[in-house]
């Protein structure tokens, strides 16, 4: 049995790494894709993960299957194909460490998982899958996504979900919107920054935000992200906030993904200790949410996304000091 399964798009990072002697932009090749950053960030604690998706048969697909397989995730269910090439994203960085990307997936091979090439067994056998949107933004990965999302939801798996919105990938924003709420009505667990918040909901105000989103998709636990500010969270009829971590950023890439890692590492902590997921109490989660904080604060200390993702010892040594 795995701890978390994840679905979706694994692909390579392009991140700025200074500047030529002519004055060109240089670029570090990392490993990234949200799914594939969360499981690191799991693995890297040593929980058991397993990816599933798609990459091309070239040179960037074989750095990926080996990434995967040196932060011991489970690759078996990661297919290569010679139908497209592996995805690629440059990653921009602003002074502040604050990122945006440039994709180039026209098509990428993530887009290419069909549904029949879907490890079932895995997924039953999971305690958290783990899925985002952009699996949903094109056939005929959307509708192994969904198949996916029905396995794991006929089993009573706990699925999370991080709808990681990314408008260059979508067509239109209206096709964005039906996709994601599409993925809500499966799920127990989602994650949202403060702008996919006010995307789904139309507000700002993070509790009514919250408290739309919760009862009309039967959420369990939500949490939205305010960099470092920490965490907004709604936990069925409760809400509450979580202030982060003082550090030196360098690079905010992946910083969600392992906050949602550091979630799920928590969340797998008490089903271990007995305790569902709808059996938390509110001393539970703070520390759920000061732990994910932490961890999402980590990797924004280093460059990169996967190379990112701190261990239990770091993350434990933070909580207790305040400051990195």
């Given at each position: 049995m795995f701890d978390v399964v994840a679905l979706g798009e694994i692909l390579?990072?392009?991140?700025?790494?200074?500047?030529?002697?002519?004055?060109?932009?240089?670029?570090?090749?990392?490993?990234?894709?949200?799914?594939?950053?969360?499981?690191?960030?799991?693995?890297?604690?040593?929980?058991?993960?397993?990816?599933?998706?798609?990459v091309?048969?070239?040179?960037?697909?074989?750095?990926?299957?080996?990434?995967?397989?040196?932060?011991?995730?489970?690759?078996?269910?990661?297919?290569?194909?010679?139908?497209?090439?592996?995805?690629?994203?440059?990653?921009h960085l602003e002074n502040n460490g604050e990122r945006?990307?440039?994709?180039?997936?026209?098509?990428?091979?993530?887009?290419?998982?069909?549904?029949?090439?879907?490890?079932?067994?895995?997924?039953?056998?999971?305690?958290i899958f783990h899925f985002g949107s952009i699996s949903m933004t094109h056939e005929p990965v959307a509708s192994a996504t969904i198949a996916a999302l029905k396995v794991?939801?006929?089993?009573?798996?706990?699925?999370s979900f991080d709808p990681n919105l990314r408008p260059a990938l979508w067509s239109n924003l209206e096709h964005a919107k039906k996709m994601i709420q599409t993925g809500l009505t499966y799920t127990d667990?989602?994650?949202?920054?403060?702008?996919?918040?006010?995307?789904?909901?139309?507000?700002?105000?993070?509790?009514n935000g919250t408290e739309k989103i919760i009862k009309e998709f039967d959420i369990t636990f939500l949490c939205v992200t305010l960099g470092e500010k920490g965490c907004f969270y709604r936990y069925k009829g409760t809400e509450g906030s979580v202030n982060g971590f003082e550090v030196s950023v360098k690079d905010t890439t992946g910083a969600?993904?392992?906050?949602?890692?550091?979630?799920?590492?928590?969340i797998l902590s008490c089903l271990d200790e007995g305790i569902g997921l709808s059996e938390l109490n509110e001393s539970k989660l703070i520390d759920i949410v000061t732990f994910a904080n932490a961890v999402?604060?980590?990797?924004?200390?280093?460059?990169?996304?996967?190379?990112?993702?701190?261990?239990l010892e770091e993350i434990n040594k933070l909580i207790k000091k305040g400051t990195y």
């Open positions: 390579i990072d392009f991140t700025p790494h200074g500047n030529s002697k002519n004055g060109g932009h240089l670029f570090e090749q990392n490993p990234g894709g949200a799914p594939a950053n969360v499981l690191a960030a799991l693995s890297k604690q040593n929980y058991k993960t397993a990816f599933i998706g798609k091309g048969q070239d040179e960037f697909g074989d750095f990926l299957k080996q990434t995967l397989d040196n932060s011991n995730i489970d690759s078996k269910a990661l297919i290569m194909t010679k139908e497209a090439n592996t995805t690629l994203a440059f990653v945006s990307f440039s994709f180039y997936r026209n098509p990428g091979a993530d887009m290419m998982l069909r549904k029949d090439e879907i490890n079932k067994t895995i997924i039953e056998k999971t305690k794991a939801k006929e089993n009573n798996v706990i699925i667990i989602v994650k949202v920054s403060e702008e996919e918040l006010q995307f789904l909901t139309g507000t700002t105000d993070l509790s969600g993904d392992a906050f949602l890692g550091g979630l799920l590492a928590q999402g604060a980590l990797s924004t200390t280093k460059m990169g996304a996967i190379p990112s993702m701190p261990t």
